[in-house]
């Protein structure tokens, strides 16, 4: 049960990731630093998915390894540590589409 409530959270979570680049209900545009705070959050998400998985030995080790190797940026990119917030997106939505295809193959 908490696995599907973590797959409705991360895909409540990259639906306003993929928002972000429009327009908000009162019409404004989110501002990229608001984007790549809306994009930090749905990485996290799906980081917290995949650990799911990998405890339940359901990852590979080169799917480990992957993700592995995406945490030490994207970390430092969602802890505040951005001053180019065009190029930090840019960087963390590669991120998330790497997670988010990691995570498809698991659950396909």
């Known amino acids: 049960m908490r696995t599907r409530r973590y ?10 990731f ?6 908000t209900l009162a ?6 630093e608001q984007q790549v705070q809306i ?10 998915v995949l650990s799911g998985y990998r405890a339940a ?10 993700v592995s190797d995406l945490m030490p940026s994207t970390v430092k990119l969602c802890s505040g540590e951005v001053t180019d917030y ?14 988010l295809t990691v995570k498809k193959g698991v659950e396909a």
């Open 57 to 66: 030995g359901q990852l590979s080790d080169k799917t480990i390894k992957t």
């Open 27 to 32: 019409g404004n545009r989110l501002s990229t």
């Open 39 to 48: 994009t930090c959050e749905g990485i996290i998400s799906t980081v917290r």
């Open 7 to 16: 797959i409705f959270l991360t895909a409540a979570l990259m639906a306003a």
């Open 86 to 99: 065009a190029s930090a997106l840019t960087t963390l939505q590669d991120t998330a589409y790497i997670l």
């Open 18 to 23: 993929f928002m972000s680049a429009c327009t």
